[in-house]
């Protein structure tokens, strides 16, 4: 499975679009890009997945670019709860294990 | 509610002792997957299970031990051989191995001195 580089930490005001990005350079073709979110001491929490076309769900949108090398997780409008750390993970569909690669993601500090 | 359940939440045990960590899903789902994470780290996979009666060992399998006697129980036992036990244990369920989504149960807090 390809590695993924994400930023430390990002802050983002209450009311505001969270845009939370991620590379994946090493991506192969039939590679999904997976969000999922850890609340403080929680289990983490599936958000959305993509393989090339843009995504939308009740919770997030995915952006990944043409090349596929890298992508962005919007929250549209971040509130408090938002407050986790997000993790960008690249798998390929099925596979012997159906593993999820977690590495340490990006802490995503919503201010009031 | 459907969901996964893991009990207890925070568990304490003396070094030396086997200690054996509950994981039940009534989502009716086929995999079953053990987690370990420590502080500031992503998760690392212990052991999976696609089916009753399976199951395989992950990246850091040493020193656990794992059963799936029924499809909605994945109990996990940290042994006495595992070397660095303390850490923040979580149980996850999908469909099946070709589920995108994994579900994850709200975890236990292992503590061994």
């Known amino acids: 499975d390809a590695k993924t580089t994400q930023p430390t930490s990002m802050d983002c005001a209450e009311g505001r679009a969270a845009n939370l990005p991620c590379n994946h350079s090493t991506i192969s073709g039939n590679e999904y890009v997976y969000w999922y979110r850890q609340i403080h001491s929680q289990g983490p929490q599936y958000i959305i997945h993509g393989l090339k076309n843009n995504e939308t769900n009740e919770m997030a949108s995915l952006i990944i670019t043409e090349d596929r090398k890298s992508s962005t997780l919007i929250l549209p409008h971040a509130t408090l709860r938002d407050t986790a750390v997000y993790y960008c993970?690249?798998?390929?569909?099925?596979?012997?294990?159906?593993?999820?690669?977690f590495g340490t993601g990006t802490l995503l500090a919503v201010q009031p | 509610d459907g969901g996964i359940t893991q009990s207890p939440k925070y568990l304490f045990r003396k070094e030396g002792q086997n200690v054996t960590l509950s994981c039940e899903q009534n989502?009716?789902?086929?995999?079953m997957y053990w987690y370990r994470q420590d502080p500031g780290q992503g998760l690392r996979l212990i052991y999976y299970s696609q089916i009753v009666n399976d199951f395989q060992k992950g990246d850091i399998a040493e020193g656990y031990s794992v059963s799936r006697e029924k499809k909605e129980s994945f109990p996990l036992t940290v042994t006495s051989a595992q070397k660095n036990p303390t850490a923040f244990y979580l149980c996850?369920?999908?469909?099946?191995?070709?589920?995108?989504?994994?579900?994850f149960g709200p975890g236990t807090r292992l503590t061994v001195t």
């Open positions: 989502l009716n789902h086929d995999a």
């Open positions: 996850a369920s999908s469909i099946g191995k070709e589920s995108y989504e994994q579900y």
């Open positions: 993970i690249v798998r390929a569909y099925g596979g012997a294990t159906n593993k999820l690669i």
